[in-house]
């Protein structure tokens, strides 16, 4: 698979008449982010937010609707934006400080050795090694400064591919929270464009003019998730071409789960079975194979 981040932009900049569409589009967008943040508590008095801000459209994206939100919400909160550096060649975040500066918004660029690490242990996933390091790196920053969110850039496609490669792959029901505290309850992560589509909000950060910054990543796009995330993307579209309101349907199905109608035994209070041996798991396995 090509390297996404590696390929040089190759749309033209919007007309005259594409612009005319961006304040319908805007204001679309701003709906769907206040009634989620509404919706589900993300946002709350006194918050310091910290955005991830990677440069790409939805990082982007979540930053324009939170200032443009931030500026009609009932409720007083801090905006701030963290850029995570992986230490890839190619990577060079300066465009985005810029912007920041531009905007008012105090920004932060964060080392994150991926690069380093990676070369360090060869054996381990490097997209596993650069996941944790992220996280962590986000993490703790947020915790030592203060802040009470973090805001990241998922979208409905993201929630959507995540559910059904979660079943398909994993055979677990479940998605991306749109509010999650971590482990050790330092944490709070948001994603207020969870009912946003993707196609909107690329279109939106192209109308805006926002400068798309590549990661770096040799591997971008190559590993084994970012496959299964391609296929079921490519799965969603085909269907959609005949169910018109497929993602819609779907958000609706992650707001309308019927826990009685499952076979969890801890929701139904029933006792779990017992396990197989193992000798008859790996035969099961041979032959699920």
Not at 132 to 151: D, Q
Not at 245 to 261: F, G, I
């Amino acid at each position: 698979m090509s390297n996404p981040c590696a390929l040089p932009s190759l749309s033209l900049p919007p007309t005259e008449a594409d612009l005319r569409e961006l304040p319908k589009l805007e204001e679309r967008l701003r709906r769907k982010v206040g009634v989620c943040v509404s919706e589900y508590g993300l946002i709350e008095e006194g918050d310091r937010i910290l955005v991830g801000l990677s440069g790409g459209k939805d990082s982007w994206a979540c930053l324009d609707l939170l200032l443009s939100l931030q500026k009609r919400a009932p409720v007083r909160f801090e905006i701030h934006g963290a850029t995570l550096d992986p230490g890839f060649p190619g990577y060079n975040p300066d465009r985005i400080a810029e912007v920041c500066e531009e905007l008012k918004v105090p920004h932060t660029i964060l080392s994150a050795p991926v690069d380093a690490l990676v070369r360090k242990k060869p054996d381990i996933t490097p997209c596993a090694i650069c996941s944790r390091l992220r996280r962590g790196v986000l993490y703790t920053h947020a915790k030592t400064h203060g802040f009470t969110k973090i805001a990241l850039g998922h979208h409905l496609d993201d929630l959507i591919e995540t559910l059904l490669i979660n079943q398909f792959y994993e055979g677990r029901l479940s998605t991306m929270p749109l509010k999650l505290i971590s482990d050790d309850g330092a944490n709070t992560v948001i994603r207020p464009l969870g009912t946003c589509e993707e196609e909107d909000l690329r279109r939106f950060a192209w109308l805006k003019g926002y400068p798309l910054v590549p990661c770096g990543c040799p591997l971008c796009g190559a590993s084994v998730l970012e496959s299964s995330r391609a296929q079921i993307k490519a799965l969603v579209a085909q269907l959609q071409t005949t169910i018109p309101d497929l993602k819609y349907c779907l958000l609706r199905a992650m707001k309308n789960v019927k826990t009685t109608h499952l076979l969890d035994h801890a929701l139904l209070a029933l006792p779990e079975p017992p396990q197989a041996p193992k000798r008859v798991r790996m035969r099961l396995q041979r032959e699920n194979a």
